[in-house]
């Protein structure tokens, strides 16, 4: 993976852990949510480096080519899938397929709206976004943390699931200067395995693959820097009630 999409991912993941513990997500799936937030973006592996780094607007054609990204990081996922362990997780796949998709059902691949999101996605969906806009791009400077919660919450009910804004906003109230730095040098404990498809086919019908392994080292389901566990028992679950996913259009398909 190249390095920004690894650290990235790093950054999206912690703050997916302190969205899952606001929102108190059942102890097992914040862990699960949070390795899959690792790899939402590994479809952009497939993507052109150059269309990817481009500082111009983008044409239609491009930037649907970028909104493949999507499609190529489930299949991605799913061609090394297997059961969930601790070691690989199929939250991933919902995940990379499902980052996009907006609360109000205008987003892509498919246009899901509320509640049909996974509430996986639509938790890391705002995760990536606030990363994104606080990151410096091609196309455009880091935004300041209290620029990038304006915009998200302005994107309340429309893009995004409205409780993952509230657990946001949340959040970001206690978040320091640094803590960018501070999610990039987390601890959180997880291999995830992906793969993409080699051309020659397996015996038994399936195709070989490239496997690459992500290895973070911390302890799963546990609120970074906190040692507090996320998340209630699992018969005390949060209901997936709202919904949401995405990410803001002003930074072009993340």
Known sequence: MRLELQLHGRRTAWLTAHLCAVLDVA???AGDWTVAALTHDIGKLDVPPELLARPGA???D???RIELHCLAGAKRLA?????DTGHTTTAAIAVALSHHEWWNGTGYPFG???A??????????????VDALTSVRSYKPAWSLAAALEEITALRGVQFDPDCVDAMQAVTRALTQDWRTVAEAWDFKSTVQFGAP??????NGGAHRREVERTVDAPACVLPGSGRATGRAPEK??????AQAASVKTARAQ
């Open 27 to 29: 102890c097992h799936e």
């Open 58 to 60: 983008l044409t239609g």
């Open 62 to 64: 491009e930037r649907r």
């Open 79 to 83: 061609g090394s899938a297997g059961p």
């Open 112 to 114: 899901l709206a509320g």
């Open 116 to 129: 049909a999101i996974p509430l996986c996605a639509r938790i890391v969906a705002v995760a990536d976004v």
């Open 198 to 203: 080699d051309a020659q086919p397996r015996r």
């Open 237 to 242: 679950q949060r209901a997936d009630s709202a």
